[in-house]
């Protein structure tokens, strides 16, 4: 009888710590592993704009592509907002620019930044756009990772001045970040 309940803890011990080994495994996977996300941008209500933004970890932080379509000509603000949710029809539901570090509003190139200013992006005459530039603030992993965070497309041009938003006017196109392969 004793000898049962012996092999029967022992067996219980081992389970248990194979299971908080696995636990820790798929962790630690999931939080070092990021190396491509993705952004399918949709038209919020009354607007046309589509596209596809590609982040990609490159040597010195983030690579950004994005090839939007149906904008009007010239300059629109991009920006990571905080909310992964895109479920209004006008994007409010983004909640504001993706801040982790309580920076102030400001341009890609600035240090001292929200994470999500990625600046304008310019569309030709035919309402088309493209951006190719890599982010040093932005993050794929870890605490400030823009995984789950939402991707907007605003009607104006970002001034890079005007706090906390720039001054970009409406929300004309958004979609959320995740994971690519
Ligand atoms: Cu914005
Ligand atoms: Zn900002």
Redesign the pocket.
Known sequence: MKKTFFILSLALILMSTQLLFAQHDSTMHQRSSIKHALAVITPTKGNSVHGIVTFEEADKGVRIIAHLTGLTPGKH???I?EFGNISSDDGSSAGG?FNPMGMPHSMPMSEKRHA?DMGNVEADASGNAHLDYIDSVMKLNGHNSIIGHAV?V?EKE?DFKTQP??N?GA?VGYGVIGIAK
Do not use: E, Q, S, V
């Open positions: 603000g991009f920006h907002h620019h999500g907007i605003h970002d938003t720039g970009a929300r």
